[in-house]
């Protein structure tokens, strides 16, 4: 493997990390201070794919599409969390499993009515649509490049958001002591809304971007949920950190292993997070 | 309602159950056999989720995996000898569940959730990714298992009602063997660890233990589910490791009414059924296609109205709960 | 051999502990905490709250791993081992907060506590309420806790007096030589008190007793040895009289005032 083709992969283990990292940082986010489980997760970013391949049709650009696009998926957001999930909160994790799984269900017959089953192609932006060489026949995508500083930037928003401003003291004391945090005058419900919201959003704007590169199909929703439980699992509930980590650890393992194991590469996540159980059952950033 | 009637009722309805080959219907024959299969299936994941308080969404691992063993054993156009190759499929999936549950049991709550379910997609992504199992075409099962006694053939599971009984033998077996097995000083302690785990610990009960072995048994009696449904229907694909599948199992066991094993034989009758009528191109026209998205409405309303399930529909007008049932 | 395990100090203890440590990330919890359990003795734990006592009854019970330190049983280091494992050793507890199985009868929660020192457990084919020596076991415990004309009653319809006494009654059920309570008396009515202090006075005999307790009345009824807990460490431990004169304790713990008009 020569120095050229190793960097094409790292590149694309790290922007596929970058990615996972969005949709595993909204369900560590919800899982650790609300306490739900949210199996419904990957539709939204399923979500997030077909509306960025319907509206691009219509308006002729992925920018515009994704511009109105977020503000829809937030809306979703917010109505779900009002209509279907404040009822979960004091609910045994057996109900929440339950009640997402059937939204599951709703959401892909849902997208079946809407935009039917079959798989479509988003064009890349074309100011984006260019190659950087590298060798004479080897070079990487700036698209791609693009989806890692995008995903790179949201990373860092996110991260002085709950470290460093108001509203992520409130999300953090909220994932600490409930009572506290009510007992103080602050509206408990409006946080988790936005919580919530914000979760499903960044699933969606994942699907979004990666809709030009994975293009669209029923269930995509499903695959990416999966893989970023164990990303949720290896990097410890409720810590953004390690879900940083282990999308990152879980990007380069499984791009690298289609490279070079390519028959059980299906199987290294899965191998990964049975090593993590053993060695630290709580995740790598788990709080024990 | 008094013990005695509770004692005999499980007999009265496979006596009934016994009975229904007489209406001579392909149709519903094949259903009802699919229905126990279920049954079975959804008791396996009831011992789990209402008797040990360990919610698996990684079920569909241990039928999935018993399918696959049965079609994989089986010689290409031959039948397969049911009585070592259903012991074997129950011992692979009983081993497999071992492996596993030592690894999830390290977790509790939400992440145990996911772990199981993460090892049931590992389950599918091996047999759809790797041509071990046919791929994502999966593999044909051309004939039924035989019973034979030497050279002579006990039963003839071709035919529809005989392999019907014997599935209907095996629900009332597996039924049975539960219900023993949860009225032990084990059963007890089952219950014990799912009311209090961290008490059990402290009165010197060595709670990975039980849960192990719970889950083992767990899991090899949903293999056996397994090696019954694809012996009917004469094929395995992934579809059958599938979380959906888990999913549906969890499902029965709620609508049934957890911690009751009979529940769990009503849950499975009524999902059945229902999934047949709301894709029934008959009744729903065109629309029939899109039934999940019915049973996805209902599904979020049994969570969200009726999380006692249909059995607690029942303990609403007079009948004890579980816990204290379990004392007679 | 009663008459020799009631003088403190002679014979040897059945539990003791040295430079037990336990740190909860830079807060030290149980500091280097040194004291010996004798068979017919109570030794009784007081300090203030957050002193670590409910902390040093989880490290002797196994429900956390010290930092550092020995526990030491008949000769060997138990430090670290799991909760069940040092239940079957014959160490008991009880909890400060209630923790028992509230949908269970009163005789279950029994049974299942004397069921936990049966060797064939794990058998799954027998019934569980043909084992009449778990069944006689459950009843002594009961009784001996003054339950059994509650026996058949679930456990969560309980007066919380009750649920105290099924606390304790679980405990014996598991017939352990160590007896670890803490704060069996929390939230009891003077009535109930009294009750609890007799029984704990009657199974001294045959038991090894580490009682926490912040009712000063029953302390001084049934201490034969009192270690005062601050911070984390122990302030001081003796006989209830030497501790009762120590100016140390009375300083830092007393006021001066409590312990002389008791």
């Known amino acids: 493997m020569d120095f050229a083709f190793f960097l094409i992969q790292l590149l694309n283990g790290l922007q596929y990390g970058l990615l996972l990292f969005l949709v595993a940082s909204g369900l560590t986010l919800v899982f650790g201070i609300m306490g739900i489980i949210n199996l419904a997760h990957g539709s939204f970013y399923m979500v997030g794919a077909y509306l960025a391949w319907s509206l691009s049709s219509l308006t002729g650009s992925l920018t515009a599409a994704i511009l109105l696009a977020i503000p829809l998926t937030v809306i979703l957001g917010m109505g779900l969390e009002r209509l279907l999930f404040r009822h979960l909160y004091q609910r045994d994790h057996l109900y929440q499993v339950l009640l997402t799984y059937g939204l599951i269900l709703v959401f892909e017959e849902l997208r079946s009515l809407i935009w039917g089953d079959d798989v479509h192609g988003v064009a890349v932006p074309a100011l984006l649509n260019a190659s950087i060489p590298l060798t004479d026949n080897l070079s990487y995508p700036v698209y791609r490049l693009a989806i890692s500083g995008v995903c790179l930037l949201l990373a860092a928003g996110l991260y002085f958001l709950i470290q460093k401003t108001r509203l992520g003291m409130m999300i953090r004391a909220g994932a600490s002591n409930r009572e506290m945090v009510q007992s103080l005058g602050i509206d408990i419900k409006l946080i988790y809304t936005l919580v919530f919201a914000l979760g499903i959003a960044l699933a969606a704007f994942a699907g979004m971007i990666n809709a030009p590169l994975s293009s669209v199909f029923p269930n995509m929703g499903s695959q990416v949920l999966i893989i970023c439980f164990v990303v949720v699992v290896i990097g410890g509930i409720g810590s953004v950190k390690g879900a940083m980590a282990a999308s990152l650890m879980i990007g380069l393992a499984e791009t690298f292993g289609q490279v070079l194991v390519p028959e059980v590469a299906g199987m290294i996540v899965y191998v990964l997070m049975a090593v993590v159980l053993v060695w630290r059952p709580e995740g790598l950033f788990g709080r024990g | ?328 | 051999m009663s008459e020799m395990q009631q003088v403190p100090g002679t014979g040897m203890p059945i539990l003791s502990t040295k430079g037990l440590t336990k740190q909860f990330g830079g807060l030290v919890a149980v500091s280097d905490v040194s004291l010996d359990l004798y068979v017919g003795e109570v030794h009784v734990v007081i300090g203030p709250n957050g002193a670590g006592k409910s902390t040093l009854t989880n490290l002797l019970s196994g429900d956390l791993p010290p930092t550092s330190g020995e526990v030491i049983f008949e000769g060997r280091d138990i430090a670290g081992c799991s909760s069940d494992h040092i239940s079957r050793l014959g160490i008991g507890r009880s909890y400060q907060k209630t923790n028992i199985f509230l949908p269970f009868t009163v005789f279950e929660n029994c049974r299942l506590a004397a069921q936990s020192r049966t060797p064939h457990a794990l058998r799954v084919f027998n019934r569980a309420r043909a084992y009449t020596g778990i069944n006689r076991q459950a009843e002594e415990a009961m009784a001996a806790a003054g339950l059994t004309h509650r026996a058949e009653r679930i456990a969560a319809t309980l007066s919380h007096g009750e649920q105290r006494q099924l606390e304790i009654a679980m405990c014996l059920a598991t017939q352990p030589r160590i007896l670890l309570l803490d704060e069996p008396l929390a939230g009891m009515g003077p009535h109930e008190s009294q009750r609890m202090v007799e029984l704990i006075k009657g199974l001294t005999q045959d038991h090894a007793i580490m009682l926490i307790e912040h009712d000063m009345d029953a302390v001084f009824a049934l201490a034969h040895r009192l270690t005062v807990m601050v911070n984390g460490e122990v302030l001081e431990s003796g006989t209830p009289e030497a501790v009762r004169s120590s100016p140390a304790v009375q300083l830092a713990y007393l006021g001066g005032e409590e312990l002389l008009h008791d």
Not at chain 2, 49 to 73: P, Q, R
């Open chain 2, 1 to 328: 309602m008094n013990s005695r009637l509770t004692n005999i009722l499980p007999f009265l309805v496979a006596g009934l159950l016994a009975l229904f080959p007489l209406v001579e219907s392909t149709f519903y024959m094949q259903l009802l056999t699919k229905v126990l299969i279920m049954a079975i299936f959804a008791m396996s994941l009831d011992l789990l989720v209402g008797y040990t308080g360990l919610v698996s969404f990684g079920h569909a691992a241990y039928f999935g995996l018993a399918g696959y063993a049965i079609a994989l054993m089986a010689p290409k156009y031959e039948t397969i000898s049911l009585w070592w190759s259903l012991p074997a499929a129950i011992g692979v999936c009983a081993l497999f569940a071992l492996i596993t549950g030592t690894l999830v049991l390290r977790t509790r709550g939400i992440y145990f959730i996911m772990v199981t379910l993460a090892f049931s997609q590992m389950l599918f992504f091996i047999f759809h990714d790797t041509k071990i199992g046919g791929g994502s075409d999966g593999i044909y099962l051309y004939a039924k298992p035989s019973m034979n006694f030497g050279d002579v053939q006990l039963l003839n599971l071709e035919k529809l009602e005989n392999f019907y009984w014997l599935v209907l033998v095996l629900t009332v077996a597996v039924y049975l063997l539960l219900h023993r097995v949860l009225g032990s000083t084990f059963g007890r302690a089952l219950l014990g660890i799912k009311v209090n785990e961290h008490r059990m610990r402290a009165l010197g009960f060595p709670v990975f233990r039980y849960q192990l072995a719970s889950f083992t048994l767990s899991g090899a009696l949903a293999g056996m589910a397994g090696y019954l449904a694809a012996a009917q229907y004469g094929f395995v694909n992934p579809e059958i490791l599938s979380w959906h599948q888990s999913g549906a199992v969890l499902m029965m066991v709620i609508l049934g009414g957890m911690g009751t094993l009979y529940g769990s034989v009503i849950g499975a009758f009524a999902f059945v059924l229902l999934q047949e009528v709301l894709s029934n191109q008959a009744w729903f026209g065109p629309s029939a296609k899109h039934w999940q998205l019915a049973m996805g409405i209902f599904i979020m309303l049994v969570a969200l109205y009726l999380p006692q399930g249909l059995a607690g529909l029942s303990q609403r007008f007079g009948r004890k709960p579980v816990a204290e049932a379990a004392d007679e």
